[in-house]
């Protein structure tokens, strides 16, 4: 039985899930970003009790259609941002239109209804994540992120980034810097 679901967008997430699948005794064959596959027969009572635990990590099982393609463009976007080493070499609503096979009006419509965003904020929100991430974790300096994440420049970079944290960059850094120090001592 394929079971589709919702949030799972990183590699933590498919552990998680298999462990909570072979908690509840269930024959896993695979997992991967977004779905499940379970060996043999799923029980109801089996698939509530998954439901369940699922919504305690932020998941939760996808059964309609409309969800299920916005987990989709979520995958993608993920996918792109987080894995991929290049960009698309066409525009990413063509790219996502090509690779869902829907019209990008259709996905941004459907998106923006469910998501109460756009797809562009979305992918902004989803690239800033990133570039904490590199920022700290990785520590690379500004001018080298702008690069590996194809900003035009590092002021297109540092404006987005205000405008969606509210602080600067540095001041980001900065901040996760002392926090890292205050839990260390």
């Given amino acids: ?106 996905l ?3 998106f923006s209804q469910q998501c109460h965003m756009t797809i562009e904020r979305y992918i902004i929100e989803q690239r800033i994540e990133k570039v904490k991430t590199m920022l700290v974790a990785e520590n690379y300096i500004l001018s080298e992120i702008a690069s590996k994440m194809n900003y035009s420049s590092v002021a297109h970079l540092s404006a987005q980034f205000k405008k969606v944290t509210g602080i600067t960059a540095s001041d980001y850094k900065a901040m996760q810097g002392e926090h890292m120090m205050r839990l260390s001592a």
């Fill in 108 to 110: 941004a419509n459907l």
């Fill in 1 to 106: 039985m394929l079971i589709n679901i919702k949030n799972m967008v990183c590699q933590r997430c498919e552990i998680i899930v298999n462990n909570i699948l072979t908690n509840l005794g269930l024959d896993v064959a695979w997992v991967t970003k977004g779905q499940a596959m379970i060996k043999g027969r799923v029980l109801q009572y089996q698939l509530r009790l998954l439901d369940n635990a699922l919504k305690e990590t932020g998941l939760e099982i996808i059964i309609d259609k409309k969800s299920l393609l916005i987990q989709k463009v979520k995958n993608i976007i993920h996918e792109t941002v987080y894995w991929d080493a290049e960009p698309p070499a066409i525009k990413f609503s063509c790219y996502l239109s090509q690779r869902l096979n829907y019209s990008y009006t259709y």
